[in-house]
């Protein structure tokens, strides 16, 4: 009976499941006379971001906070406000290379999301039919702490029911990653599908014309 490595994985959303555009790359900023990256410099200004990832604020707060700070930039509320629509409604680029290993995984093991995101997180997976791919999904939004505190891998272990040291942990951000082996897991810095696949390989069953 082969032992497998790990128990379960836990892996990122933003980065590694699914891909956003920047607002340049939208022409969003330059639609509504805005600077290149001025709604993502709002947005993700650790003063907005971290109430918002953290659920001290709801999405539609947060966002809505956005709008007024860009207010003075736009010229007006109204085009604020019009602005930060418009970007709410960018739909990001699913990997579906990502999604099919992460399924095979999970004929292995427990498979978990866990994203830094605010509470539109359940609502955007399901527009996109992401919502079955893993048994669970921890959103940061929901419990109060985001990556890199220690406490949301411990959380997510949880979660998932395995021991810390049987999680294979898969981020984007090297910070996350480091954050992750501090407390016990092994943790893979993703870059391209391939680091994914190196690090499953141990969990993927052979499928039909798959090695």
């Known amino acids: 009976m082969t032992v497998l490595p790990f128990d379960a994985v836990v892996c990122d959303i933003d980065g590694v499941l699914r891909h956003w555009p920047t607002t340049a790359e939208a022409g969003l900023d330059a639609t509504h006379g805005l600077p290149a990256g001025a709604i993502e410099a709002a947005a993700f200004a650790p003063a907005r971001l971290q ?3 953290t ?3 709801t999405d539609e707060q947060w966002r809505a906070a956005v709008a007024a700070d860009l207010a003075g930039a736009c010229g007006s509320a109204q085009r604020a406000r019009a602005a930060v629509a418009a970007w709410s409604d960018v ?3 699913v990997d ?3 999604v099919a290993l992460l399924g ?3 004929e292995a093991v427990t498979v978990a999301l866990l994203s830094n995101a605010t509470t539109r997180l359940e609502r955007d997976l399901a527009r996109q039919g992401l919502d079955t791919v893993a048994d669970a999904v921890v959103n940061t939004a929901r419990i109060g702490v985001a990556k890199p505190d220690p406490r949301i891998y411990l959380i997510a272990a949880e979660r998932v029911g ?3 040291h049987r999680c294979l942990f898969v981020d984007d951000t090297p910070a996350n990653v480091e954050a992750a082996r ?3 897991m092994t943790a893979v810095h993703y870059r391209r599908p391939a680091d994914l696949h190196d690090a499953l390989a141990p969990l993927l069953a052979p499928g039909p014309g798959r090695p």
């Open 55 to 57: 659920g001290k604020t």
């Open 91 to 93: 739909v990001p680029r």
């Open 104 to 106: 095979r995984a999970r």
């Open 162 to 164: 395995a021991a810390v």
């Open 96 to 98: 579906r290379e990502v």
């Open 51 to 53: 109430p918002a990832i």
């Open 182 to 184: 501090t407390v016990g």
